[in-house]
């Protein structure tokens, strides 16, 4: 069974055919919602929105200890999370479908990590490559069947929110290398790998980032909100088609 979590504009997943909903605890606390049990194209599949089924839980508020341990305890093996961002590089303009491969991380104050505790040897788990590289070939594999346009690669930076960043920040960004930014990918990615979870992600471009291009002087969020609803269409797609090559 394959996991997708949901970020802005994905609360509900519209092609799946939902069975039933399960509320789990965990020893983190509660996740976003209650999982949404279903099929797509006849697999089984689990979707959980990040931001609630409401939208109303902001990035540096979502308990990720949760979310991540909830799918995990359904012993499944993939995660693939939806997540918008802002374009910083040229390229990367608003509608755009990217599968990051690097992530620098800007938050901070977050409950990022399983190995906190005192009663176990002190962990320090692999971070190299933060995403999982056959997830990120299933969703490129996906994206060519389902003739859909997408950027293979770029560096995910993850800030803190919830407000958005200042044009000096953005320049900053762009010089440590920064491709994209978003609020959700950390420790969303890093807890992931905490579990062992093979976890990728499809960044969508809904604006670009601030002081670049039409975002020069200011975001205009309700353009990212139409932005995100056309671009998820596709993204769906792709979800069809890696719903089915992961069965396969
Ligand atoms: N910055 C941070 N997060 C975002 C942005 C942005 O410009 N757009 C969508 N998520």
Redesign the pocket.
């Known amino acids: 069974m394959l996991a997708i979590i949901g970020g802005?504009g994905m609360a509900q997943l519209a092609c799946l055919e939902v069975s039933n909903r399960q509320v789990i605890r965990t020893p983190y606390g509660e996740p976003s919602g209650p999982l949404t049990f279903g099929r797509i194209k006849d697999h089984e599949v689990v979707f959980l929105a990040r931001h609630g089924y409401g939208h109303t839980i902001p990035?540096h508020v979502v308990n990720y200890r949760a979310n991540l341990w909830a799918l995990h305890s359904l012993s499944l093996t993939r995660v693939i999370s939806v997540?918008?961002?802002?374009?910083i590089r040229s390229d990367l303009a608003p509608g755009s479908i990217v599968i990051p491969h690097q992530i620098i991380d800007y938050t901070h104050g977050r409950k990022h990590t399983y190995y906190d505790t005192t009663d176990r040897p002190v962990t320090h788990i692999d971070f190299t490559e933060p995403y999982c590289p056959l997830t990120r070939e299933r969703l490129l594999q996906a994206a060519d069947r389902a003739r859909q346009a997408i950027i293979d690669g770029g560096v995910y930076g993850a800030?803190q929110?919830p407000r958005?960043?200042t044009a000096s920040e953005?320049d900053r960004l762009e010089r440590d290398g920064v491709d994209m930014?978003?609020?959700t990918g950390m420790p969303e990615a890093a807890l992931a790998k905490e579990l062992h979870l093979c976890y990728a992600t499809i960044a969508v471009?809904?604006?670009?980032?601030?002081g670049r291009a039409t975002?020069a002087r200011a975001?205009h969020l309700k353009d990212?909100h139409a932005v995100l609803e056309k671009a998820m269409v596709g993204v769906r797609s792709m979800l069809e088609w890696a719903v089915e090559l992961d069965a396969d």
Do not use: K, Q
Request: net charge negative; proline share 4%.
């Open positions: 802005t990035p997540a918008s961002v802002g374009g800030t929110g958005l960043e953005i930014v978003g609020m471009v809904a604006n670009h980032a601030a975002s975001i990212a």
